[in-house]
């Protein structure tokens, strides 16, 4: 079974910059595209980046461009996600999903909060 567990999460104070990290197991981790979702309470998905399978290229939503790194170490396993100069809205519970085909797979999210 795919598993995914996020961790890294907690409170951080405006301009800093949390590593969020993502573990996997269960499957062929460098056949799979990864992405970073985050959710804030009411509103919906944003989808942060995406990783493409093997190392095929990195993707960002506009709001986080320039400010989060995200990559993935296949021969481990693990997706982190860099973020940088952190703002209060970004605060969210943030998600590490794989995707092959019309299949995604979640794991549990952390939350982060960004608050002075």
């Known amino acids: 079974d795919v598993q995914l567990q996020a961790s890294g999460g907690g409170l951080v104070r405006p301009g800093g910059s949390p590593t969020l990290s993502c573990v996997a197991s269960?499957?062929?981790?460098?056949?799979?595209?990864l992405g970073w979702i985050r959710q804030v309470p009411g509103k919906g998905l944003e989808v942060v980046s995406c990783l493409r399978k093997q190392n095929g290229g990195t993707s960002y939503s506009d709001s986080v461009k320039g400010r989060f790194t995200a990559s993935r170490d296949n021969a481990k396993g693990t997706v982190s996600l860099q973020m940088n100069n952190l703002k209060p809205d970004d605060t969210a519970v943030y998600y590490c999903n794989a995707k092959q085909g019309l299949t995604t797979s979640w794991g549990e999210g952390t939350q982060v909060t960004v608050s002075s």
């Open positions: 269960g499957f062929r981790f460098h056949e799979y595209g």
